[in-house]
C-alpha cells in the first residue's frame, strides 16, 4: 500500500515506521503524503487506539527533510511546502485525539526533531541524536521548531541549539525534557510499547480529554506556527539560502553574506 512508510497494528497499537533508510529516512513529499493517510487511518480506524512513530535501520529516526526538493523553490515554494506539511502531518500528530508516541531511532535532525516534537512524548535510543540545523541551509525550521522547541526545553537552550545547529545527544534530550525516557537500541520499541499498552488501559475519552487540554495548556502560539510559515517562505528568497543549498549538496561550507 505504500512506498516510503510501513504499517503494522497489533494489540490496538499502530506502529509507523518511514522506510527510506538509504536516505537516512528524510521526510520528502512522498513522505509526508503517506504519514497523513497513515494518520487518517490512526484517526478514522476503530480498531487503532494508539500509533507509535519510528524510522526504519538503526542510523535515523529521520535525518531532516529531503534538500534536493529544496533547490528550486521560492518563497511562495517554501511557505507553501511548510503550510502543507504542518496541515497534513505535524498539526494532524499534535491534535490526535489517540495517543502518538515518537519512537526516536537515531538522527531526528530538522524536520525529524520537528516531526518527534509533534509527537505526544517521546521515548529515545542511546544512540538518537536531535539538532535543528536548517541555519546551516540559510533557512529557518519550518515545521514548528521555533514554536516547539522553546515549548519543551524553554526559550535559552531552544535559541542556543537553533542558532548554531549543534546536535544533542539522547541522556541530554532526556535532562532537557525534549525525551522522557532513554533505552538500548534494542529496547526501544518494546519499552515504548509497554508505555503505550499501560495508556490504552485507561480510560480512552479521558485520554483524549488530557491531549487536548495538555495541549492547550502548552499552547504554541497559531500566530508563531503562521508567522514561522511566512519567514520560512522569505528565507527561500535569500541569496544564503541558495548558497547554504549549494553548500551542503557540494559538502563544502557555506560562505554566508547576510543577502
Partial sequence: MYQTIVTQVDHNICTITINRPDKMNALNKDVITEL???LDEVYNNAE???AILT???LKAFVAGADI???TDLDGVGGAGLAQRGQDMVFNKIENCPKPVVAAVNGFALGGGCELAMACHFRTASETARFGQPEVNLGLIPGYGGTQRLVQLIGKGKAMELLMTADMI???EAKTLGLVNHVFTAEELLPKTT???AKILGKAPLAIGKIIALVNEAAT???T???NEIELFGASFDTEDKKEGAAAFLEKRPAAFQGK
Fill in 220 to 222: 504554541v502560539s497559531p
Fill in 224 to 226: 508563531g506556527l503562521a
Fill in 194 to 196: 509497554e508505555i503505550v
Fill in 68 to 70: 534536493s526538493e529544496f
Fill in 48 to 50: 487503532i487506539k494508539a
Fill in 36 to 38: 497523513s493517510a497513515a
Fill in 55 to 57: 524510522g526504519a535501520g
Fill in 169 to 171: 545527544k539522547a541522556d
